[in-house]
């Protein structure tokens, strides 16, 4: 029978006579009654991992363990190739020689990746068999979490057309574009709150960074002037790596279907003898692109046209070209208010302009004539 022992960190294999011979106190001579067994089993790392799964974390800080078949020698941490451009930092990074398991934490400083590999030939056992490499250990550290890019909100129609700050389409969409690619799952109708919220239809992504909020006027609302306002929740929309959207953004935008109307207004009116006179152009809303070439003008000439700083009332100087009717007026679609709605044609404008002083006739009549 056969018992192996270490003798100066080597091991050896004495006869069961040999063993009796030292609980009985007596050295046996090795040349003389032992064999010398050498373990020559390859050196192997049975585990290289970590308390994360490898790829994308955003854990602040991770276990790495190296685990060997036996224990083993001279293994120091600066054996393991680190590469990658991650700003980390180590601790538990004193190793200690006759150990087979080895653990060390890596802390989260700045993103970017971590690459770790145990080469060959950096630790030995007792039997200085030196280790097999280990396969590679990846990462990719984030903890910075989605941010909406600068410009990132727009409103658009459904032939994805910018929108201003108002439409008078029933069907459009809100894109919110991050700085990052952003999880499908996190997106619902909780990641938003969306007020009135009877508006609310569907949530998609689009290229992998855009929030796409599908967003549909109800039809008894289509006739109505409406104030959408939308507010992106913090905590809720998250980036592959887990990292949850903290800031604060707000969209807002206004639906109107109402009328656009406008009338026309004079201190001069049905008759005039001012050579030139004011009239005042007044619109129930603003007119987003009004000039004075849209109004219909007949025997007069228009001038010092001029609006007020809110652009639904606008002033313009008429000077007639003759004596005679003067009318002006505005057709139907002439203008636009902000939401697209074109005017609702005016009633004209009408005077009548006569700068022809009366002429007094004196006749003789006679005594008693009638």
């Given amino acids: ?48 991992s970590a308390t994360v799964d490898e790829g994308l974390t955003n854990a602040e800080s991770f276990e790495v363990t190296v ?42 400083n700045g993103d970017g990746t971590l690459d770790f590999l145990i080469p060959e030939n950096v630790a030995e056992d007792a039997d200085e068999n030196e280790n097999i490499n280990s396969e590679e250990l990846s990462f ?38 991050f700085d990052e690619d952003i999880e499908e799952s996190s997106f619902d109708s909780g990641s938003l709150n969306i007020f009135p919220s009877d508006i609310f239809s569907a949530v998609r992504v689009l290229n992998d960074n855009i929030m796409v909020l599908e967003l549909e006027v109800p039809p008894e609302d289509r006739d109505d002037l409406i104030d ?32 656009f109307t406008v009338t026309f207004s004079s201190d001069e009116e049905n008759f005039t003898n001012e050579s030139s006179f004011d009239v005042t152009i007044n619109f129930n809303k603003p007119a987003t692109d009004f000039v004075a070439n849209d109004i219909d003008v007949s025997n007069a000439t228009l ?40 005017n609702e044609a005016a009633t004209p404008f009408s ?14 009549v006679e005594d008693g004539a009638v």
């Fill in 140 to 177: 990719v550290l984030d903890r910075t979490p989605p941010s909406v890019v600068t410009d990132g909100i727009e409103f658009l129609d459904v032939n994805l057309a910018p929108l201003s700050d108002a439409t008078n389409q029933y069907e459009f969409e809100l894109h919110i574009e």
């Fill in 303 to 342: 001038s010092n046209f001029t609006s007020n700083i809110d652009d639904d009332e606008f002033t313009v100087t008429v000077t007639p070209d003759s004596e005679g009717e003067v009318t002006l007026d505005l057709a139907a679609n002439a203008t636009t208010d902000a939401a697209g709605n074109g």
């Fill in 228 to 259: 959408y306002t939308i507010d992106i929740n913090s905590g809720i929309i998250n980036d592959p790596a887990g990292n949850s959207f903290d800031g604060s953004e707000t969209a807002s935008i206004t639906y109107d279907n109402t009328p």
């Fill in 1 to 48: 029978m056969e018992r192996e022992i270490r003798l100066w960190n080597k091991p050896v294999r004495f006869l069961m006579a040999s063993v009796m011979m030292l609980m009985l106190g007596a050295v046996p001579s090795i040349a003389a009654g032992s064999e010398l067994l050498m373990n020559e089993d390859p050196l192997e790392i049975t585990e290289f």
């Fill in 67 to 108: 685990t060997f078949n036996r224990p083993v020698f001279n293994f120091e941490f600066s054996d393991i190739n680190i590469t990658g451009d991650a700003d980390v930092s180590y601790s538990g990074t004193d190793f200690i020689d006759g150990e087979s398991s080895y653990t060390f934490t890596v802390t989260h």
């Fill in 351 to 364: 005077i009548t302009f006569d700068e022809t002083r009366p002429e007094i006739t004196f006749r003789a």
